[in-house]
């Protein structure tokens, strides 16, 4: 590695991960800069705006001492915003309106939420909710709309330091057997389309309410979405044929507040198989079509199966992490939709090494 290049990653590493000194009240991002001089000039490093990780517990799940102590950790690691299960409260509101059960219910884990919600602003970290499941298109499809506003009329009621800051949905249908067949796998990704065109709808009128003017949606895709080697092609959607990765940034593309992560699975960063390169097509048409949308790398901590091991940091240490962050960084930095990274298991990465 040329030496130059060897001073941005660590500039990069050292940003990414911030010390919790560094935290600003309820989690407002804040852009920390590197500056190095080279042929006589100055460049500035951009670290990534934010790093997100999905905490699949929920708000009760945890006693409080365990959520401040995880929350602490993050935050010390770089992290700025935590994606927050919270599917019990779906399934309270999901409960018929004359359960004497639901509104009880409702209100003792709409309160552990608020508690969580309020405890991460103590430490600079943002909470967003986190919903999904591969049978959230088709005829459940109304759940990723009903999520949607189920968060807004949360906002509406809770205090300012209480508020979830955003929606972030993991559907993936396409681990359903037979969905990618190859007879019915462009019908399925209209489906999933029309499904994500439905809740991007309910996004855009919740934006209106109080409480939600600031609201961020997000949605997880895989890589290969872009239509790259194997993966399914491109498909007829809205009157135009493109990868189905293109589609879903066209729907979030007027949408300052919107972003996609982008599951670019590898532990290596390096060569055309790594996470740099299986990310870099959504950022390139993100770019063409000057989306205001953004795009975050997601990589993997969780188990994987046997054989898939390359897809996942599980059983290695941390700093091995922030070295492919690092030069995740400074591969995608100067696009404007780039807002960083996220961490799938919130668990793996605590209980891995430093």
Do not use: C
């Amino acid at each position: 590695m040329r030496r130059a290049t060897a001073v941005l990653v660590l500039a990069a590493m050292l940003a990414v991960a911030a010390p919790a000194a560094r935290a600003t009240a309820h989690g407002r991002h804040r852009h920390h800069h590197g500056h190095r001089a080279l042929g006589g000039e100055f460049h500035r490093l951009r670290a990534p705006a934010a790093m997100a990780v999905y905490e699949w517990h929920t708000a009760g799940d945890l006693s409080d001492a365990a959520v401040r102590q995880r929350l602490g950790s993050l935050r010390a690691d770089g992290f700025r915003t935590v994606y927050l299960e919270i599917g019990n409260y779906l399934d309270a509101a999901e409960l018929p309106a004359e359960d004497p059960d639901r509104a009880e219910r409702l209100a003792a884990i709409g309160g552990q939420i608020k508690r969580f919600v309020a405890t991460a602003g103590e430490f600079g970290l943002s909470v967003q909710a986190l919903g999904g499941g591969p049978t959230w298109t088709g005829t459940r499809d109304y759940l990723g709309r009903e999520l949607v506003a189920l968060v807004g009329d949360f906002n509406a009621g809770a205090a300012r330091h209480q508020r979830l800051k955003g929606v972030q949905l993991d559907l993936e249908p396409y681990t359903l057997e037979g969905w990618l067949d190859d007879d019915v796998v462009e019908d399925n990704l209209r489906e999933y389309l029309r499904t994500l065109e439905g809740i991007v709808g309910t996004y855009r009128d919740q934006l209106g309410r109080h409480g939600n003017h600031d609201l961020r949606l997000g949605f997880a895709i895989p890589f290969w979405f872009d239509a790259r080697g194997d993966a399914p092609g491109p498909v007829d959607y809205d009157g135009a044929t493109k990868p189905a990765a293109y589609h879903v940034i066209d729907l979030v593309a007027d949408l300052p507040g919107a972003y996609l992560v982008v599951m670019s699975y590898r532990n290596f960063t390096r060569t055309a198989n790594g996470s740099i390169a299986h990310a870099r097509d959504e950022f390139r048409y993100a770019a063409a079509v000057g989306a205001r949308s953004g795009l975050v790398v997601g990589q993997r901590y969780g188990q994987a199966e046997a054989g898939e091991e390359r897809t996942t940091f599980y059983g290695k240490p941390r700093w091995m992490f922030r070295r492919a962050a690092a030069e995740i960084t400074l591969a995608f930095r100067r696009y404007p939709q780039f807002r960083g990274l996220s961490v799938d298991n919130a668990d793996a990465y605590l209980a891995a090494a430093p």
